[in-house]
């Protein structure tokens, strides 16, 4: 489901916004990558270079429009998808790889959430608070408390 439908929705909006032909390719990969991984758990792997893609996506915007907050976290969490499908090809505990794989929806969706607070609300700390939630996220998906992950996803909740 993360792979195949919200990584390939993800990776085909980032893809029609900005245009290129070679970013198609991302959700071409998420969608082929889940199908196959049906399969062949290793075929996840097309996914994990899909996820890498969006993330380079990100850096190519940054490249051509300057640094955006924004489009870092959404990189880091399409790195933190993909780290956590390679977790999952080596058959780390489902319970441990899904931390990975919530952290890249949160932080896309935080992300975006932040891109339109910029727009439209003004308020300071903004910044700051979004920086340490997702500071906190990051550390807990790899740390492997349950706890410590609800507590990021709360702060998260309590951000957005």
Do not use: H
């Amino acid at each position: 489901m993360i792979f195949g439908f919200l990584g390939t929705l993800i990776a085909l909006e980032r893809a029609v916004a900005i245009r290129k032909g070679w970013i198609y390719l991302s959700p071409v990969l998420f969608s082929l990558g889940s199908i196959l991984s049906l399969f062949q758990r290793d075929l996840l792997l097309i996914g994990v270079l899909a996820s890498f893609i969006l993330a380079f996506a990100f850096f190519y915007l940054i490249k051509l429009y300057g640094f955006r907050f924004q489009w870092f976290i959404m990189a880091l969490g399409a790195i933190l998808l993909g780290i956590g499908g390679i977790l999952y090809v080596l058959g780390f505990s489902i319970n441990f790889v899904l931390s990975f794989w919530l952290s890249f929806l949160i932080l896309t969706i935080g992300a975006e959430r932040w891109e339109l607070s910029v727009m439209f609300v003004k308020r300071g700390g903004r910044n700051f608070t979004f920086f340490v939630v997702v500071l906190f996220m990051c550390l807990t998906s790899v740390i492997p408390y349950d706890v410590l992950k609800g507590i990021s996803f709360l702060l998260t909740a309590l951000w957005l």
